[in-house]
């Protein structure tokens, strides 16, 4: 009987993540080794279980994300869908999907052409670019230079010009691009010292923060009426890069609401 009830023990351990424990006067010692033999030897012959455990764990952590940032982007609606020139596609589209990058993420690069042949595809669509310079002073360089050109009505110009880019950036290569797509190059470096863009860039930290995103790309995707989000329908979070017919689907749901 004592071997069965150790048995039960250990099976109550493995159940509860070593709630069983939490009484550590109920158990002596001699048990508490006997369980952990029994526990060591179950997962040696059953290493399913720590990957069954282990998926559990990562839904369960991608469910929370999840839940903070569609909380986060209900409260922060307004910036997030907000352009000011930084956009592609349809100004009044049914359907946003707003997107963090960094122009030095290699992520981001392959995802460019994904985002332009879905907006082709869709001439109901906005894409919104979210400029989140997450490594360094090159990519904050290339993201202040691409602001300063919506200022000029050629945002997307420089925007396509400098993820197209191979090799890593550095500040004269920025200019000789922002130059290669006719910018006017005096009030372009004027415009990169502003305020204004100082602030939009603080304003995009602030949000990936309250979004708690760990890296770039990472996109938002929401039905928006008339251009606008009304906060009806769940919006969907999506941390990394996603496929062209994935993001298509969404797409579709989305309009259905629209």
Known sequence: ????????????????GGAAFADAASVSAPQKKEVEAIVHDYLVNHPEVL??????????????????AKSAIKDNAGDLFKADGAFSGNA??????VEFFDYQCVHCKRMTPVLSELTTKNPKLKVVYKELPIFGKRSETASRAALAAAKQGKYKALHDALLKIEKRLDDDLVMQTAKSVGLDMDKLKADMKSKAIDDEIALNQALAEKLNLMGTPAFILASTPDGEFDGKHEPTFIPGAATLE???????????KS
Do not use: P, R
Request: charged share 20%; hydrophobic share 45%.
């Open 1 to 16: 009987m004592k071997f069965k009830s150790t048995a039960l023990l250990a099976s109550a351990m493995l159940c509860t």
């Open 51 to 68: 990957l069954e455990a282990s998926q559990a764990l990562q839904k369960k952590q991608q469910d929370e994300m999840q839940q903070v």
């Open 92 to 97: 009044k589209g049914n359907v946003t999907i």
């Open 246 to 256: 994935a993001l298509q689907d969404l797409v579709n749901e989305a309009n259905k």
